[in-house]
């Protein structure tokens, strides 16, 4: 099984509109898309190192 990660920018979301295209087409295509919320990632290590 194919699958991919979409890494969005710091500004941007999962929910932005590239986001949510890429998301549907992916599925379209029947392949995975794993599009991570970013800034809860690196929320959750910085609150690891205090």
């Known amino acids: 099984m194919?699958?991919?990660i979409y890494l969005h920018g710091f500004a941007s979301?999962?929910?932005s509109a590239k986001a949510v295209y890429?998301?549907?087409a992916?599925?379209?295509l029947n392949v995975s898309l794993?599009?991570?919320?970013?800034?809860f990632?690196?929320?959750k290590i910085?609150?690891?190192r205090s």
């Open 26 to 28: 992916f599925a379209g």
């Open 46 to 48: 910085y609150q690891s």
């Open 34 to 39: 794993t599009i991570p919320d970013r800034y």
């Open 13 to 15: 979301s999962p929910e």
């Open 22 to 24: 890429l998301q549907q």
């Open 2 to 4: 194919r699958f991919f």
């Open 41 to 43: 990632l690196a929320t």
